[in-house]
């Protein structure tokens, strides 16, 4: 059986590059605690060899860099004990937000190359790299609302310093956005043809690393720049920056119950925003609750606080039915039925709310961080 993550180190004209190759492309290499644990070992690894100068991850196939977490694993662990403790599910998202948290405080260059599909978990690992790369084919998105997740993985930071109002909606909504929507919203910081991968990874390969991280961040700037400012490709239509003043106006305010009668009201022929629509009203209203309140508690939070109070929401909504409810009807018995416990947010109590903001334990597993 292949190694879930294919890690190796790559020879440069001076120093090395490692490698790290998420590589389950039957599941669009969707993260597994197994792989989470393989890109933390070879980071810590690295991290204070001096041989190594920067690391790139990718995925293997055309589709998907990484479409998310394991769900179905997930859902297994929440559904089979009920209330809790869900350990493989609590162990996970410990263990994913410590490796999400260790790449963006990172000191040598990351490269993610983030083509295909990026989704959930997948965006946690290229939100958190210091260059990320998106392609023509690129479609990212947060789609939790769906399942009664909410968008985690550090999305609680990099969702609330995306222009205007735009983090709160596609997380409300779990609208997909594409290569453009990524440059616009801080997703990515370069477009480069998905052609041209093998020859990024070449030019990496002829770089004279140096010791010092902070040069070898310039030196793959220089790489990436002279590879996205060359490219012959047209960027794909915007579409949160188009939507923009739209997004705005539906998110405007303080009442998220309004918010979401605003949106699920929304009569447009407008095919991007018509699926935005769609996407919160078959959504857990009670899903969309605890996403707007996770954002609104955590816009002024640092990165450490965000994964701290991330990782608590995460083991009190595993332990909570409707997580289970929302993945058996959309990935397991795929009715798109969920028989979700309010079809009204106005009608979800304040306490039961309240509940899934309260710590589940005595510390934090991310106290240490």
Known sequence: ???????????????????????????????????????????DEWRDDPSIAAIVIDGSGEKAFCAGGDVHALHASSAGTPGGPCEYAETFFAREYRMNYALHTYAKPILCWGHGIVMGGGLGVMAGCSHRVVTEATRIAMPEVSIALFPDVGGSWFLNHMPGASGRFLALTAASVNATDALFCGLADRFIGADQKEAVMSALQEVHWEADAKTNHGHMRHVLRGFSDSTALELPAAQVEAHLPAINALCDGDDIHDVIDRITALDTEDRWLAKARDGLIYGSKLAALWIDRQLFETRHSSLKEVFQSEVQLGTNIMRHPEFAEGVRALLIDKDRSPAWLYSDSRAVPADLLAQFFAAPWPQNPLADL
């Open 1 to 43: 059986m292949p190694d879930a993550v294919w890690v190796r180190l790559e020879s440069a004209a001076n120093g090395k590059l490692g490698r790290l190759t998420l590589n389950s492309p039957q599941t669009l290499n969707s993260l597994t605690l197994e792989m989470v644990d393989l890109i933390q070992s070879a980071l």
